[in-house]
């Protein structure tokens, strides 16, 4: 069930009801939010009735077993078990068939959550979860699983117990976010993708070097806001039910350094690489400076294995990990240069980032090495033709890009204005996207970049 | 406590959208989609025809397969067929030879590579055949040959045309000044190459080198101009050629590379942006046709109609005429070939509800080459049939693997596969049936039909 169907928010207004109906106990909201999880999931495969539950309890118990355990080589051994268990169950559903068919729905973002959970324990960070559902209710949260937001299970179980009241500030809010996230994957995303992105991926050769320039750029914009779109659909989908959910995007275009990027871009997968993989990697401590750097590369290599186990996502990972190394041997020969550098310098150093991004987004989107060089050699050879661009392109390209540098405030403002609209208006405004979107972006959306990982 | 603001919000908004779905503005929906559990988000998964990998001969069957998407009401690939069997007996110089000309997936050599492989699989590899001495596209393509040119002026057909329309067998001439050169590297090993250039008044030298050794030199200079053919013979392991004008212009047209044992050469001619317009308006008829007389075709395949799909008037009005005069030019040039007109593969565009829906015209375009076919007594390959008929972009755009690109014209290397199997198997089926047929009356006694 993707996020952009009907079936989707019709399955959201029952749950919002069903838990706001029962909000005046604990465990009702959790039985609500329990049972639309693997609602959810099962709307994907059966199969996952099966997995999750049965992976889930594993972990609750891994979790109270690591938080009573004092015994080092044990608590060694009970989260070793743990990520073996998520590790394992990652794997299996995306490069091994472990079922006679293949499920749709990748567990990656589960497994993210549920490591957070039994890391925390094991370092101390957090303690487990009072109760068995809530926990049920964090680790399999419907509106992250699809592609995150990867939200720490410390941070969600709190939430379970303050439920008071939703306010009309929140309410707006969510209905303004799920709204955005609509108009950012239909209206923009899909629509670059449908008109030139796809095609120019496919056939590179087929089109001119400006044709396939044209078509990386409007990769760039559909990814972002493919994913930036889901994320505040599912941001908004848990906003409903008064769950907030970390954030996962900060105009990450508008970096000024690779490592500024990864600050903004993916914030909660790079938040979790960083803390859950590179300081995990041996010789951080090490009075080796070199191994800081090679951890760099080691992260991202296995970042971007984690998409898929090809090589193009070998050489996009390992082209972000030395980049980042780069910056960082670069920051301490010569200091962090931000404060001094010049308005002209900080453009420069903008379209810099973003064409150094923009050169791995290629390897990303390709289908193989091949047809990224294919790619980058139609960049090269600069021949010239715009037979296959049509205005329209254009100027969804034109508004996708300016919207990626809207400021703040404005994004701030209409939010507020949307929270201030009475009820009647909240709801025609989002009637009129649905015709919007029937009649520029028709009957079907693909699904989520994201959730193929 | 409710939320009592958004519950409104959300309410009127469900109610906003049952009024929309009544009025048809949004999209259609049904209650019971939430409560479907079926695997649904799944893509399809098409299954690839397996490409057979035998050498054995292909046996005449007591029950040949039917194949209902080749014509051939007047056995017109008689001559095709008997060439075949010719090949497959293994006759001293029985190479089969097949030019396919095409749009822009017979210029990537896309379908046709597949067509060649299994053919020469199943009858003898008798080399590459026809390639041009550098891409005119980025796009063309010859699987097994690697061709890089530099310093040639370029005029194919589709393109920035040669005033006198002098395009050569592929649609497409290279002008050369001194220093311009073309690389070649092939996969295997080959025992001659045949270089198509234009004697012409003024003509200077190419220089031939392969395997680093000087083969020797092209002149072109002749009294008026006049498409030649000069052959060298490649030594075993001389799988690296260059062209090199020594003294320009020099004018090409391509080369050929062959082997001296029986089997297929199936030669892929396409052009970006071909259409039957292309060659009735832009091909020089007579020195086209002194290409076509040279090469000694079995078969010439006529596969256009891609481009010309989406233009409903001309399909109307101008369409049926070009082909027929293409098809009069291919029989008046090489009578004794057969001729195959090949239709082309689906193609897609969204429709009013965005789903991917054929082109409304190509249906009708599809079926004047049928009828143009039966008139003209050419055989006629229903691609658009075989692949699945109205529809098909949509399901191989959402199979797994895709099949066809997201212009939903081109197809994928996984969807050139299945086409070329599919024209593979008709014509292979089709001989089946024509040995089954010509060894019944005369048991024992076929082969003096089939020695030319």
């Known amino acids: 069930m993707l996020l952009t169907t009907a079936a989707y928010f019709i399955f959201l207004a029952a749950v919002f009801f069903a838990y706001w109906f029962a909000a005046r106990y604990r465990l009702g909201t959790l039985a609500v939010v329990v049972f639309a999880n693997y609602f959810f999931y099962a709307r994907w495969d059966l199969a996952y009735l099966v997995l999750i539950p049965a992976a889930s309890t594993c972990d609750f118990l891994i979790g109270n077993a690591l938080h009573k355990e004092t015994r080092p080589p044990v608590r060694r051994l009970l989260v070793t078990l743990s990520i073996a268990l998520n590790v394992g169950l990652m794997a299996s559903v995306k490069y091994l068939s472990i079922l006679p068919w293949v499920l749709p729905l990748a567990l990656s973002f589960y497994g993210f959550q549920s490591l957070t959970y039994t890391i925390d324990i094991y370092r101390r960070d957090a303690k487990p979860a009072d109760s068995y559902l809530a926990y049920l209710a964090s680790a399999s949260f419907f509106p992250t699983t699809v592609a995150g937001p990867i939200t720490r299970i410390s941070t969600l179980l709190p939430q379970w117990s303050k439920r008071e009241m939703l306010t009309s500030q929140e309410g707006g809010r969510a209905l303004f976010l799920i709204g955005l996230g609509l108009v950012k994957k239909f209206l923009i995303a899909d629509y670059l993708a449908e008109t030139l992105v796809n095609r120019v991926f496919d056939l590179p050769k087929l089109y001119s070097g400006a044709e396939v320039l044209a078509g990386v750029y409007g990769y760039a914009l559909q990814l972002y806001y493919d994913f930036s779109g889901y994320t505040d659909i599912a941001i908004g989908s848990a906003l409903v039910l008064g769950i907030t959910l970390p954030r996962n995007f900060n105009r990450p275009y508008a970096a000024q350094n690779i490592s500024d990027f990864w600050r903004r871009w993916h914030i909660s997968f790079s938040n979790w690489l960083r803390d859950y993989l590179y300081f995990s990697l041996p010789g951080l401590r090490s009075r080796w400076k070199i191994f800081a750097y090679l951890n760099l590369v080691i992260t991202m290599v296995i970042g971007g294995l984690w998409h898929g186990a090809g090589w193009t996502f070998v050489v996009w990972g390992a082209w972000h990990g030395i980049g980042l190394a780069a910056h960082r041997a670069w920051n301490a020969l010569h200091g962090n240069p931000k404060l001094t550098l010049t308005r002209g310098a900080r453009i420069l150093c903008g379209l810099a980032t973003f064409h150094f991004v923009l050169i791995g987004w290629i390897f990303f989107r390709a289908s193989s090495v091949g047809v990224a060089r294919d790619i980058l050699y139609q960049i090269i050879s600069g021949t010239i033709s715009f037979a296959n661009i049509t205005p329209a392109f254009v100027l969804v390209l034109i508004i996708a890009a300016a919207a990626h540098f809207v400021p703040d405030r404005w994004y701030a403002g209409g939010l507020e204005l949307y929270c201030q609209f009475p009820y009647y208006a909240q709801a025609a405004v989002i009637a009129a996207l649905a015709v919007a979107i029937r009649y520029v972006a028709g009957s079907g959306s693909a699904p989520f970049i994201y959730s193929r990982f | ?452």
């Open chain 2, 1 to 452: 406590m409710f939320p009592k603001k958004t519950s409104l919000a959300i309410a009127t908004l469900g109610a906003l959208l049952l009024l929309l779905d009544f009025a048809k503005l949004a999209r259609p929906f049904t209650l019971s989609e939430v409560l479907d559990f079926r695997p649904h988000d799944i893509p399809n998964v098409e299954p690839l025809a397996p490409i057979p990998a035998t050498n054995r001969p292909v046996t005449a069957f007591k029950h040949p397969i039917i194949e209902p998407n080749l014509m051939d009401p007047h056995d017109n690939l008689r001559a095709f067929y008997l060439a075949l069997w010719r090949t497959e007996l293994g006759a001293p110089g029985a190479i089969t030879r097949v030019l396919h000309y095409g749009d822009s997936p017979v210029t990537a050599d896309s379908i046709t590579a597949d067509v060649r492989s299994l053919l020469q699989q199943h009858f003898g590899d008798a080399g590459h055949g026809f390639v041009l001495i550098a891409k005119p596209w980025a796009w063309y393509g010859h699987r097994g040959v690697e061709a890089q040119g530099k310093g040639w002026r370029i005029n194919a057909a589709t393109q920035v045309r040669a005033k006198d329309g002098f395009h050569g067998l592929g649609g497409v001439s290279f002008e050369g000044d001194t220093g311009a050169t073309s690389h070649f590297e092939l996969a295997e090993d080959h025992a001659q190459m045949e270089i198509h250039f234009l004697h012409q008044p003024g003509g200077g030298v190419l220089a031939v080198e392969a395997g680093g050794q000087k083969l020797g030199d092209v002149e072109t200079e002749g009294p008026d101009k006049q498409p030649d053919y000069r052959t060298f013979p490649l030594a075993a392991g001389a799988r690296e050629i260059d062209l090199s004008v020594e003294r320009g212009p020099v004018r090409l047209f391509g080369v050929s590379f062959e082997r001296n044992t029986p089997g297929v050469i199936y030669n892929s001619l396409g052009l970006n942006g071909g259409q039957v317009q292309s060659v009735v308006r832009y091909f020089d008829k007579p020195q086209w046709t002194a290409e076509l007389q040279h090469q000694h075709p079995d078969l010439v395949v006529i596969n256009y109609g891609t481009n010309e799909s989406i233009y409903a008037d001309y399909i109307e009005r101008s369409y049926p005429g070009e082909l027929r005069q293409v098809i009069e030019r291919v029989k008046t040039a090489v009578p004794r070939a057969s001729v195959l007109i090949m239709s082309p593969m689906d193609r897609g565009q969204r429709d009013a509800n965005s789903r991917i829906a054929t082109v409304p015209t190509l249906p009708r375009l599809v079926e004047i080459q049928r009828q143009m076919a039966s008139e003209m007594g050419c055989a006629f390959f229903n691609t658009f049939q075989a692949m699945g008929g109205e529809g098909t972009m949509a399901r191989w755009y959402d199979s797994q693997p895709r099949l066809v690109s997201a212009d939903f014209t081109h197809p994928l290397p996984a969807g050139a596969r299945k086409v070329g199997v599919l024209l593979d198997q008709a014509l292979e089926s089709g001989y089946r049936q024509f040995k089954a047929r010509e060894q019944r009356p005369a048991r024992g006694a076929p082969l003096s039909k089939v020695t030319r």
